[in-house]
């Protein structure tokens, strides 16, 4: 499909709205996603086998007279695959030469651009479980899906409901209590030797919480907004909880989710991060202009284009970080 370019051939054309959908490049370098996903995994191969070692054991007591007993590690293995992505704009090219604005190469290098969000996209598809970039969504190293209440037929992380729970509501006060019962969640995860895997620093570590643009002003009460205490009619106090508490609660409002009620907190600095981002090779830029190129169809046909294409994946590492709150 060549581009319809005879909206922008017309002979005095002005030019003020050149830029009406340039907004890609406000858009691509956003600090939070580094916080919730890990974008320093280089690739080399289009399928990358990564494995770790579960939980080293425990000193136990060693009764005089005895051997030390033994107790070997298990390991676990798993998969990543690396995609190829690329896109082709085509046109004539009396078109190009035409063209009242000028633009026509400036904003077809907007779907360059536009590579940058794909680790955003890929993120979202991974924590909603749905394929709308990625060809398919891969499991957790687990074999569980990223977000999941069992794995291997036990309580996921060894606590009851894993890393899925099911809210009390989408009202401010019920998204507060919901943020706590969400704490004491990563406090009870453990290890594959039964010890805490995270421990109660939690209750310092930072907290992003990603929630859809509709629960926006429910959270901004719930972690911004100051409360009034005490008696008003004597002008009581103002406080927020969160606040006063020193906790530290990064909102990330996206249009990307598509539950309307549902909301994802990811702790920070965790061991692992949940999720991670393939980086094979970067962005290549191919064109056939008439005057760069010798093809044979080009000087045929009069056809020009200009495409580009990338190596790249995503997956999902052991998302002991990351817990949904699902509320129907």
């Known amino acids: 499909?060549?581009?319809?370019?005879?909206?922008?051939?017309?002979?005095?054309?002005r030019t003020e709205f050149v830029d009406t959908y340039s907004a890609i490049k406000n858009r691509l370098a956003d600090s939070r996603?580094?916080?919730?996903?890990?974008?320093?995994?280089?690739?080399?191969?289009?399928?990358?086998?990564?494995?770790?070692?579960?939980?080293?054991?425990?000193?136990v007591h060693w009764r005089r007279g005895d051997e030390i007993?033994?107790?070997?590690?298990?390991?676990?293995?798993?998969?990543?695959?690396?995609?190829?992505?690329g896109r082709r704009i085509p046109w004539l090219k009396w078109d190009r030469d035409d063209d009242q604005t000028g633009s026509l190469l400036e904003v077809a290098r907007q779907t360059a651009e536009s590579a940058a969000l794909l680790p955003e996209r890929m993120f979202f598809d991974l924590v909603q479980n749905n394929a709308g970039l990625l060809p398919s969504i891969p499991t957790?190293?687990?074999?569980?899906?990223?977000?999941a209440t069992t794995a291997g037929g036990a309580a996921r992380f060894g606590a009851s409901n894993g890393n899925l729970l099911t809210g009390s509501g989408a009202t401010s006060g019920q998204i507060l209590s919901d943020y706590y019962d969400v704490l004491m969640q990563f406090m009870k995860f453990q290890d594959t030797e039964g010890q805490p895997l995270l421990g109660d620093s939690i209750l310092q570590r930072?907290?992003?919480?990603?929630?859809?643009?509709?629960?926006?002003?429910?959270?901004?009460?719930?972690f911004r907004q100051k409360q009034q205490l005490g008696d008003t009619s004597v002008g009581?106090?103002?406080?927020?909880?969160?606040?006063?508490?020193?906790?530290?609660?990064?909102?990330?409002?996206?249009?990307?989710?598509?539950?309307?009620?549902?909301?994802?907190?990811?702790?920070?600095?965790?061991?692992?991060?949940?999720?991670?981002?393939l980086d094979r090779e970067g962005v290549q830029e191919e064109s056939s202009l008439m005057?760069?190129?010798?093809?044979?169809?080009?000087?045929?046909t009069a056809e020009e284009s200009i495409q580009w294409w990338l190596r790249s994946g995503a997956g999902i590492a052991l998302p002991y970080g990351a817990i949904k709150t699902t509320n129907t």
């Open 69 to 85: 007993t033994s107790k070997g590690m298990n390991s676990v293995q798993f998969t990543a695959t690396v995609h190829e992505w």
């Open 236 to 277: 009581g106090s103002k406080s927020n909880l969160i606040s006063d508490t020193a906790k530290n609660v990064t909102l990330w409002a996206s249009p990307r989710l598509t539950d309307a009620n549902d909301w994802y907190a990811f702790i920070g600095d965790p061991p692992k991060q949940a999720t991670f981002y």
């Open 1 to 13: 499909m060549q581009v319809n370019s005879s909206q922008v051939l017309a002979n005095g054309l």
């Open 291 to 300: 005057e760069d190129n010798n093809s044979d169809r080009t000087r045929s």
């Open 140 to 147: 957790a190293p687990d074999g569980a899906a990223m977000f």
């Open 33 to 59: 996603l580094a916080q919730v996903m890990d974008l320093s995994v280089g690739a080399t191969n289009r399928e990358h086998e990564f494995a770790y070692f579960e939980s080293a054991p425990n000193i």
């Open 206 to 222: 930072p907290v992003v919480i990603i929630h859809p643009v509709e629960l926006t002003e429910a959270m901004e009460t719930a």
